[in-house]
């Protein structure tokens, strides 16, 4: 008796233990993350940067990775979207109006239609030993016109102390873009009307001169072609020299009246 109980006890806790010891323990899958949009939504009011092109000379290809890593990770992503450089061309890759080597001008236009960005960056890397150089540019894609550059170089430096400057200069270029960007026509034109101000002033008082001198002549003519007829009708012995001074007056006037015409 005893021994058939200790084996109803000894199946009991097999089978309660059983299920513990077979059934691992179940974790929840974590959600899939959706991939990150090429552009933000249009509603989403951060400013998009797109890396157009990198360029680099006498340093590794992988060089251009680490900018655009280094880049991603100490951009504000509160107020900026950058758009890597790969992303930037799969995304033109089917425009009709947009070919590769587009850097500058208006057909960076279609570069805003398709990604709605605002400004591209264009940026190049040197070097040679220990001496590195870059250039970053900022170009606005409604005008096709630079809006900022840094250029600088480091003689006695390393690869990465190189990309971080190029980084640094980046950052600061960013960071000093006005909320609106300037109105280049406007401003253009108002410095055009600075320049020519001036010259309108001195063609100005020309004109004036020139008009005044044309009355002067006008007038004085007439009053000597007056003086002349005057004078021949006064008697046959003056009718000569009254000839003569109508006639001059009439040329005085006549000239007068050219340099108001002309």
Known sequence: MTTSRLLVASV?????????????PKHSAPPPTAPRPAIPD???????????????????????????????????????????????????ANSTRWAEGCLVGMCLHEIRTQTRADLVLLVAMSGAGTSFGWTVTLVRTDTGRVLSQDSSRCDVCTVNEAVTGATLATLKLLNDVPDKLPDQATEETAAYNLLLKP?????????????RVGLTLSITGLVVAAAGVALYKTGTSNRDVGEITAAAGGGIAGSGVIVLAF
Not at 57 to 82: C, I, M, R, S, Y
Not at 199 to 211: D, F, Q, T
């Open 12 to 24: 009991a806790i097999a089978l309660a233990v059983a299920p513990a010891v077979a059934a691992p």
């Open 42 to 92: 249009p509603s989403d009011h951060r400013r998009i940067i797109g890396i157009l092109d990198v360029r680099v000379d006498g340093v590794a290809p992988e060089v251009a990775a680490q900018f655009q890593a280094n880049l991603e990770q100490q951009l504000d992503t509160k107020l900026f979207w950058l758009v890597p450089r790969t992303r930037m061309h799969e995304l033109m």
């Open 199 to 211: 010259i309108r002033g001195r063609v100005g008082a020309l004109e004036r001169e020139r008009k």
